[in-house]
């Protein structure tokens, strides 16, 4: 048992015993009697258990060691006297303020002989204010070095007498202790930040800000520190960090669009379309391409009451990005740079020449088909004695090197004084890919990315109630890639045999067979050009604050204008090689080689050019009011916002109408004592997409919260739980994406084939018809309810955040689909008709300590979820196996293997199946018995693609200046769908394919392997055996260690000498190790082959100091 | 303050533009009616053959299709495999078609309206005419959904809602018996044609293309042949077919009166007096049956043209050209097609097969599987190295098939001669790529000689749905079946020999004997219908509608070997063993469409 634990057990047991009840908080009686034994304790315990019992609030920052060791034995003695047993022999005194005792140090009195030699004292007066512009009542605000100090009074308000060259430290229980100095002024007024993670901590919520013990809704927030990771993209980091994120990111390639995220799932039919809104400083942005350095806090709103003020557009959760202001002080000027190496975290690994050629001769034999290699062909790839024509080429060796490099470089300065503040980021990231090149191209084919960030927020006081903030923030990224897609190039390697032709000719031809086009991945890597990509964007928001508080205290007005430009182009140098196919050599041995395509090299590179870009327009205008009376707590907010986005390169009508958006959200909140809260929160708002009757929806949502373990009942466990808190809400949030189209209620003449009439044909007529019928629909409906659990223990030793969410969404945006194919419609009417049920759980649990020197944290986190399809308006299937009605949406279906044909009597005696069934070929379960395989056989499969289970566990250790922290992430309850030439042998016949090295793991006729991973080999597809079914279907569960970070941080003595605030080093990995039961490639990819650009492992190595 | 912010940009979110164009726009208008009309038309690209969209050469027993096998895109592959249900949706032209339909219908429905067509002074005829375009649209359509499907669903001449309640009539309509459905389709032949020009002759020039009284007419021709096959004419096998209410779709009892609907349907256009076969002539006058028969196809618009497909460039040529003339090289005549072409001498080489699949050869024809001589095809300048099999063929085999070591059509590109070689590691062979030809035969029916995929360059011309030759084997086939011995049918069977360049039945240079019996004449003209017309998606129909596609579609299928190198390559291979249930008689039904209307019945077997 922990010793703490233990102590505070033993206090709690003499509580009862004394048989004395705790006094209300807040209130000092002095005529009170206090019971107590304390033993051998530290001073900070003994404070607090004075407090448990007397209700009484200490305020005893920064006054020497309290972990000294004191004891104390009081039988019906006042608090006085307690409190003087107590400090005796530490060094310490005390004074009462008020309801407070502030502890401080004993020659607190001394100064006074000093005063008469002060000669120019001043008298400083201030507010302290919490970041919700709360006034802060029992701040101890103290002169540095001379121990005289105050307390702020109920409004927050404190006077000193000091030196202009004095300096001042504020501190209060539960926020950062600022120390500022005096510097001549008279009035200084102060905010102070909670402690992360403390109650008091001031979070971003939907269209503002909230305590966060007050808060009602689900959302998560990451530490920022954390998304800190050598990677290109921001959204690579989040997976396992966040309770309630799913995430998986299907391609490594640099430029590409990092990972997919869901927020709690999948609701809707389509993941594209359930994409969570994302906003950045409070304007709807992409977030990927952000420097997390400039990031100050990250969090996803989860449930009703934290989206609902998003009406029609946050039924798919909410993100929330804001980034870095300054604060009041000096330039602190922050540097970080690393440096590393990456490479491919699987790559799959494909079979040499020999083990190719046996197969394919095994693949036609023995399905009575003739060998397609002879024996002396065989022979010769084997001995490699001539490899222009008897070649054993690994297609992924010829394109890849062994590592890849990566580079990232931060500075930025903040800072600023009581009028203004600034925060001025700049970044760089590189980051060059894992291609080879070939030295003699003039040009770079390589796969690479560069990334130029600024970021600034700028905020003014122009009056004394006048706030204004300006953020700019922009980034610059030039992408290069080969003239030929990554896919298309891993494609290839999947197509090309090891034994077709050699990487490059001897003679420096390039080879590749007679085709429609070039096939060659190595040709296409490294001789068909380049794509050079630029993508920049600007964003910016001026923010005007106004109080109010002439009219009404604590009334605020603030207006914000956001206005953001991207501009994205695209320049293709291409060209096409020559090809050449030896099929021979002549009398001098010199290869005879054929011309492939002829006419189709070119020796220049091609110009072509895609451009993309758009602007948009933000306005919001805001209302808010916040105040205490006693106990009570009241807030309201009342918001009205639109937007406008153009698309600057639209090619139609339809698409260069600007996308537009306006609607009105409101939030009342009451707290009571910090124990109750209740909160209601509305969005009224449409979408452009619906008709004018149909346009506005009115989005509510309540939710409540239960602050248990400030109940008086409570008190007897509050040494061990300190907090404990319940959250509910439930309402109704929308979701406007209707697959893509725009303005679904009105009908649509569509441009259609035409047709040509003429001799010559020459008389052309586009063609016209109906597109769209008019459908009179609306947006979707998120019903949502969740339950959550916020807990504290053991003095903040454990914390648990814990929600189990249920989500019934109606009205989804389908075509309607059991309409008769005979009405011959061009496209069935849209209605709101689906019916998506979505539940599950998600939690985050940390345990931190420490032991000396050593401290240490936990951090798990879990995030489950279920879909279930309720309605579809498809027609009932033949078969209640086949029904997509109360499955997973995208639920696979496909055949259940069950293992292989042992024997041709076992073939005769079982449902008949397509095509050529031998021994060795899957055996298929018959589910309708109508002696035959079908489709009507097929069932759900598997969970599909898409994880129900994500989970996180982060560690982190730090002992003196070094720490080791990290992040393992996982799945679960997912499954990868095998399929494609190359993951399934000769899968387009002996013609083209390569086959993996696992190859050998077949059933044969020698071999007749019943576990094998492959079935009888085929030539093509002749049979079902490459069908989906459970055959091919793999567990995907993972756990990846995602990222492990070992620091060192330059010692306290040596910074100051140095002058330097802070300076670290630091080793960091990414995708360092993976578990996972499937091993053939990237298992995060996904379905198929891995036939993508993988995730990729880093090393860096860095430094970072500010000063 | 709030709300008037909202209020007072009211219209921030109504910008959708009030010049949309709409429906009723359409049909006011005349060039938007004519691009609405134009729209119908283009649903005649479900008929016709680009060989990627369609079945009907991949699934008959002359082709091979195979290049990328993806289910539903040369999904003939896997049917031809028997793997094929329902549910499957291969080829599902059912839905294609009924769009088509409702569009044809909407078309006529509105079409009187047109103001600004009715203000031209021709205006009224040119609306007749224009409905008469689209009702003969939407009767092809049916007719060839019956072609495919069987029995169908025939529509009311309204136009359905879209939005209907679900309970509605109108949405659970039933099959139509087969007899009902083939009337109703001739009879709305029959209006359309009264409205429209007789034939391509007498339109401009830059109407060609546009329906005709004629086209029409061998609309009906064809469907009355399929009506009156044994197929749908009393096929006992398919007396289980029948609707919910009990109401048979297909009459169990023969009716020969079928056979002379379909003679007389064919003679109609016959007697218009305004077609021929395309003859051209050589050297002293003579007939060059060569050039007659590869030219009928590229001189567009003579003499034998009755109605085309207009969109340029839908036959695959890219698909009959050599690898490394930027070809795909894959669509494979079958071993049974090249076989069943004759010698220059008119004898059939091939009389049948054994048991183990070998040919039966015709000691008379002078044909041999063996050894190579010097041989010249009458396209190339010289004569070449060929494989006796494929020396001293008739005409069509060398207008119609590209075989190995044959040049490619195109002599004239910037590559010169470029010859096919479809052996394993040929040129056009199946090491290292899927695009090739599995039988080592590609198509050349219609391949325009100066067509060249490396460059783009494509001889757009239309394509060919009906012509007269066909007209005159749909007679000859119908007249011997109910009037055996009729002049007629050795009269118009000759025509077609004679512009093939190959000795006719008791007449004209070294005539062959004429078949005796009506079984014989039968044979013959089965035999040539499919020689004439291979390659012109007949073939899959012919099987069906005489059902003999049991013994035609499958089992073993041959061709040479194309998976090894010369020698080998020369002999006769299995490329494909095929699978025929007789379900496949007709398509089945495609689930989707049972599963949304109560009220449909599935095809037998299916």
């Known amino acids: ?1107 | 303050m709030l709300l008037s912010m909202i209020s007072c940009n009211k219209d921030f979110l109504n910008q959708v533009p009030d010049d949309k164009l709409t429906i009723e726009q359409v049909f006011q208008r005349k060039d938007l009616s004519e691009e609405y009309l134009a729209n119908i038309y283009y649903y005649l690209s479900y008929t016709y053959p680009n060989s990627t969209g369609n079945p009907w050469e991949g699934l008959s027993d002359e082709t091979d299709i195979t290049y990328n096998r993806d289910d539903n895109y040369y999904a003939s592959y896997q049917m031809n495999l028997g793997n094929w249900t329902a549910a499957s949706g291969y080829y599902d032209t059912w839905s294609n078609y009924y769009k088509g339909i409702r569009s044809a219908s909407y078309f006529i429905e509105n079409i009187g309206g047109n103001a600004q067509i009715l203000a031209l002074s021709n205006g009224q005829q040119l609306i007749t005419q224009y409905s008469a375009e689209a009702r003969f649209l939407r009767a092809f359509f049916y007719a060839r959904l019956i072609m495919q499907y069987g029995p169908v669903v025939i529509l009311p001449e309204t136009v359905i809602p879209p939005d209907l309640q679900s309970d509605d009539p109108l949405l659970a309509l039933p099959r139509s018996p087969l007899d009902s459905c083939v009337d109703y389709v001739a009879r709305q032949l029959d209006l359309a044609a009264k409205d429209l020009p007789a034939s391509y002759s007498q339109q401009s020039r830059l109407d060609y293309g546009r329906a005709t009284a004629a086209a029409c007419k061998a609309m009906k021709s064809e469907l009355l042949l399929y009506a009156a096959s044994p197929l749908f004419n009393g096929n006992k096998d398919y007396a289980a077919l029948k609707n919910n209410d009990g109401t048979a779709l297909i009459d169990t009892k023969a009716d020969n009166n079928k056979w002379k609907k379909a003679a007389d349907a064919a003679k109609e256009i016959i007697d218009m007096n305004r077609f021929e076969l395309y003859k051209e002539t050589g050297f002293g006058g003579q007939l060059d049956p060569y050039l007659s028969l590869q030219n009928m196809f590229l001189t567009t618009f003579n003499k034998e043209w009755i109605f085309s497909y207009q969109n340029a460039n839908v036959i695959n040529e890219r698909g009959l050209t050599p690898r490394k003339a930027s070809g795909y090289a894959s669509i494979g005549p079958t071993q049974k097609i090249v076989d069943e072409f004759e010698m220059s001498n008119g004898q059939r080489p091939i009389t049948g097969y054994k048991a183990d699949g070998s040919p039966i050869i015709n000691p008379e024809s002078g044909y041999s599987e063996t050894g190579f001589s010097d041989f010249k095809a009458f396209d190339d300048p010289k004569a070449r190295q060929t494989y006796n099999m494929w020396v001293n063929r008739e005409p069509r085999f060398y207008v119609n098939i590209s075989y190995g070591g044959r040049p490619w059509i195109n002599t004239t590109s910037s590559l010169g001669t470029v010859i096919y070689e479809p052996w394993w590691d040929g040129e056009s062979g199946g090491n290292g790529s899927w695009d090739y030809s599995r039988t080592g035969y590609l198509w050349r029916k219609n391949v325009s000689p100066n067509s060249d995929p490396k460059t783009g360059k494509y001889v757009s011309r239309p394509l060919l749905i009906f012509r007269y030759g066909e007209i005159l084997l749909n007679y000859v086939e119908a007249l011997n079946e109910y009037d055996p011995g009729n002049a007629d049918i050795l009269k118009y069977l000759n025509a077609i020999r004679e512009r093939a360049g190959v000795p006719q039945y008791g007449e004209g240079e070294n005539p062959l004997p004429a078949p005796g019996s009506q079984a014989e004449m039968r044979n013959a003209i089965h035999h040539e219908r499919w020689v004439e017309l291979c390659f012109e998606n007949r073939r899959y129909f012919d099987t069906r509608r005489w059902k003999i596609a049991t013994q035609t579609d499958g089992g073993k299928f041959y061709s040479m070997n194309s998976n090894a190198n010369p020698p080998a390559f020369y002999s006769r291979f299995v490329f494909e063993t095929r699978v025929f249930m007789p379900q496949y008689y007709l398509f089945p039904i495609p689930q989707s469409v049972m599963d949304r209307d109560e009220n449909m019945v599935q095809n037998p077997g299916w």
């Open chain 1, 1 to 1107: 048992m922990n010793k703490g634990l233990f102590k505070y057990l033993m206090g709690m047991l003499l509580l009862l015993q004394s048989g004395i009840a705790a006094h209300t908080y807040g209130q000092v009686n002095r005529a009170d009697r206090i019971s107590i034994r304390l033993e051998n304790i530290t001073l900070e315990d003994a404070f607090k258990q004075l407090h448990q019992k007397t209700g009484v609030d200490f305020i005893y920052s920064s006054v020497g060691d309290l972990n000294q060791k004191v004891s104390v034995l009081a039988s019906e003695a006042s608090l006085d006297v307690v409190l003087e047993k107590l400090l005796s022999g530490t060094g310490l005194t005390f004074k009462k303020v008020g309801s407070k005792v502030v502890i401080h140090p004993r020659k607190a009195r001394q100064p006074e002989k000093q005063e008469q030699k002060v000669v120019q004292q001043v008298t400083i007066t201030g507010t302290v204010k919490d970041p919700l512009d709360n006034n802060l009542n029992g701040v101890s605000v103290q002169i540095v070095g001379s121990g005289q100090g105050t307390v702020t009074d109920s409004l927050g308000y404190y006077k000193l007498f000091v030196k202009p060259t004095d300096s001042l430290t504020f501190s209060f229980v539960g926020y950062e202790t600022i120390t500022l100095p005096v510097k001549n002024r008279v009035d200084l007024n102060v905010t102070m930040e909670a402690v992360s993670g403390s109650l008091n901590e001031v979070v971003a919520i939907g269209y503002g800000r909230q305590k966060k013990v007050s808060m009602v809704g689900a959302q998560s927030t990451v530490d920022v520190k954390q998304l800190k990771l050598p990677t290109a993209n921001l959204n690579t980091a989040l997976a396992g960090r966040l309770a309630g994120v799913v995430s998986v990111q299907r391609s490594g390639e640099l430029g590409s669009k990092g990972a997919d995220i869901w927020i709690r799932g999948i609701s809707t039919f389509s993941s594209s379309l359930s994409a969570p809104l994302v906003l950045v400083d409070g304007v709807p942005r992409d977030f990927s391409d952000i420097d997390p350095e400039d990031i100050s806090s990250f969090s996803i709103l989860k449930d009703a009451a934290a989206t609902a003020v998003y009406g029609v557009r946050g039924a798919n959760g909410v993100i929330l990005i804001s980034t870095k202001t300054g604060s009041i002080g000096k330039p602190t000027i922050k540097v970080r740079y690393n440096e590393g190496i990456t490479q491919f975290t699987k790559l799959p690994s494909f079979a040499g020449g020999v083990d190719y050629m046996k197969a394919a001769n095994e693949a036609s034999v023995t399905r009575g088909g003739q060998p397609v290699y002879s024996q002396e062909d065989i022979d010769k790839t084997a001995s490699r004695e001539d490899p222009d024509l008897y070649p054993d080429v690994d297609w992924y060796d010829a394109l890849f090197r062994n590592v890849g490099h990566q580079r990232n470089a931060n500075a930025n300065i903040g800072g600023g004084s009581e009028n203004a503040k600034y925060y001025i980021g700049l970044s760089y990231y590189d980051e060059t890919g894992m291609y080879k090149q070939d030295s003699l191209q003039k040009y770079d084919s390589q796969n690479s990315l560069k990334r130029y960030n600024v970021t600034s927020n700028l905020t003014v006081n122009v009056t004394k109630t006048t706030e204004v903030k300006l953020g700019v923030r922009g980034y610059l990224i030039n992408v290069n890639y080969p003239g030929t897609g990554a896919g298309t190039i891993f494609g290839n390697a999947f197509m090309k045999t090891p034994v077709i032709h050699p990487i490059m000719y001897s003679d420096g031809k390039t080879p590749d067979v007679a085709s429609s086009g070039l096939t060659n991945p190595y040709a296409q890597l490294t001789q068909t050009g380049y794509v050079n990509q630029w993508r920049s964007q600007l964003a910016s928001n001026l923010q005007v604050t106004q109080d109010l508080k002439f009219l009404l205290r604590g009334l605020s007005f603030t207006g914000k204008f956001a206005f953001d430009t991207y501009n994205y182009t695209s320049m293709h140098r291409e060209k096409v090689p020559d090809t050449y196919l030896a099929i021979g050599r002549d009398e001098d041995g010199n290869l005879i080689e054929q011309l492939t395509n002829p006419g189709k090299g070119t020796e220049y590179l091609n110009y072509s050019a895609v451009r993309n870009g758009d602007r948009t327009i933000y306005n919001e205008y805001s209302l808010n009011y916040h105040s205490s009376f006693g106990k009570h707590d009241v807030s309201g907010m009342l918001l009205y916002n639109q937007s406008d986005k153009l698309n600057t390169q639209a090619s139609d009508v339809i698409t260069s109408l600007p996308y537009r958006f306006k609607g009105l959200a409101g939030r009342a909140s009451y707290g009571f004592d910090d124990r109750y809260f209740a909160e209601f929160d509305f969005g009224y708002n449409g979408s452009e997409n619906f008709a004018p009757e149909n346009r506005y929806g009115f989005f509510p949502s309540i939710g409540l919260g239960w602050v248990v373990s400030k109940e008086k009942f409570f008190e007897p466990l509050r040494d061990a739980i300190s907090l404990l808190k319940f959250r509910f809400s439930h309402g109704e949030v929308g979701n406007s994406q209707i697959d893509g189209s725009r303005f679904a209620y009105i009908a649509t003449v569509d441009n259609t084939s035409g047709y040509t009439f003429g001799e010559k044909m020459d008389n052309k007529y586009g063609g016209k018809d109906i597109g769209d019928y008019a459908s009179d629909v609306t947006w979707e409906v998120a019903k949502k309810t969740n339950l959550g659990v916020d807990l504290d223990a053991l003095e903040g030793k454990i914390s648990l955040q814990a929600d189990v969410f249920k989500e019934h969404r109606t009205g989804i945006f389908l075509r309607r689909a059991s309409l008769p194919y005979y009405l011959g419609l061009q496209a069935n009417p849209y209605g709101n008709v689906g019916i998506i049920d979505n539940h599950g759980i998600d939690g985050t649990l940390t345990w931190r300590g420490r032991w000396g020197d050593f401290s240490y944290e936990f951090m798990g986190n879990f995030t489950w979820s279920r879909n279930k399809v309720i309605e579809d308006d498809l027609p009932n299937y033949k078969y209640p196996w086949m029904e997509r009605k109360g499955r997973k949406v995208s639920q696979t279906f496909g055949y259940v293997a069950l293992g292989l044909f042992e024997s041709e009597a076992e073939i005769e005696n079982s449902p008949t199946q397509n095509g050529d069934v031998r021994p060795g070929d899957i055996k298929f379960k018959d589910m309708n018995g109508d002696g035959k395989i079908d489709s009507y056989d097929m069932v759900p499969i598997g969970y599909g693609s898409i994880p129900e289970m994500v989970y996180g566990l982060g560690f982190s250790f730090s002992y003196k200046n070094f720490s080791l922290s990290g992040l393992f992430q996982g799945v679960g309850n997912v499954d990868l769908m095998l399929s494609g030439e190359g993951m399934q042998p000769f899968q387009q016949g002996l013609s083209r394919g390569n086959v993996l090295s696992n190859i050998n793991d077949r059933w044969s006729e020698d071999n007749p392997d019943p576990n094998a991973f492959y079935p009888r080999l085929t030539p093509g597809t002749l049979n079902d055996n490459y069908e989906n079914s459970t055959w091919w279907l793999k567990n995907g569960k993972y756990l990846r260690l995602k990222s492990l970070t070992i620091n060192y941080n330059l010692s306290k003595t040596l910074l100051k000498k140095m002058n330097f605030k802070d300076a670290y080093f630091f080793l960091e990995g990414i995708n360092l190790l993976t578990f996972s039961p499937f091993k053939i490639y990237d298992v995060e990819l996904g379905n198929g082959r891995g036939a993508a650009y993988p995730n990729m492992k880093t090393y860096a190595v860095g430094f970072g100091f500010s000063f």
